[in-house]
């Protein structure tokens, strides 16, 4: 059973950062895509990024690109998501999820992720 816990989250104002981190249980944790989504009040979950198994591959949803930065210290089994220049916008509940099909490509679709975790609530003002 992998088991995924995310935290960071906070109430910002626009304009401000903020890291938040997704600690995984399971050793094979260093063998497969990590992905980051955010679901909205009302909305449907929209995928935001995702990294490679050895973190050499990144792709992000054009909404966070060049704003947001995804990583993992696989030695730590931990995915970050470093979030600059939030705007009202990316208000959301943010989840890490583990794509477990070990493809080259990293995807956007949430139906390729099996475990994901609870969610850290990110709420920017204006």
């Known amino acids: 059973q992998v088991q995924l816990v995310e935290s960071g989250g906070g109430l910002?104002?626009?304009?401000d950062s903020l890291r938040l981190s997704c600690a995984a249980?399971?050793?094979t944790f260093r063998s497969?895509?990590?992905?980051?989504?955010?679901?909205?009040?009302?909305?449907?979950r929209e995928f935001v990024a995702a990294?490679?198994?050895g973190g050499g591959s990144t792709f992000y949803a054009d909404s966070v690109?060049?704003?947001?930065?995804?990583?993992?210290?696989n030695a730590k089994n931990t995915v970050f998501l470093q979030m600059n220049s939030l705007k009202p916008e990316d208000t959301a509940?943010?989840?890490c999820a583990?794509?477990?099909s070990r493809r080259v490509d990293l995807s956007p679709r949430s139906v390729r992720y099996d475990y994901w975790g609870q969610g850290t609530?990110?709420?920017?003002s204006s």
């Open 12 to 15: 910002v104002q626009a304009g």
């Open 25 to 27: 249980s399971g050793r």
């Open 32 to 44: 497969y895509t990590m992905g980051w989504f955010r679901q909205a009040p009302g909305k449907e």
């Open 51 to 53: 990294i490679s198994w």
């Open 65 to 73: 690109k060049g704003r947001f930065t995804i990583s993992r210290d």
């Open 93 to 95: 509940v943010y989840y």
């Open 98 to 100: 583990r794509d477990p």
């Open 121 to 124: 609530q990110v709420t920017v």
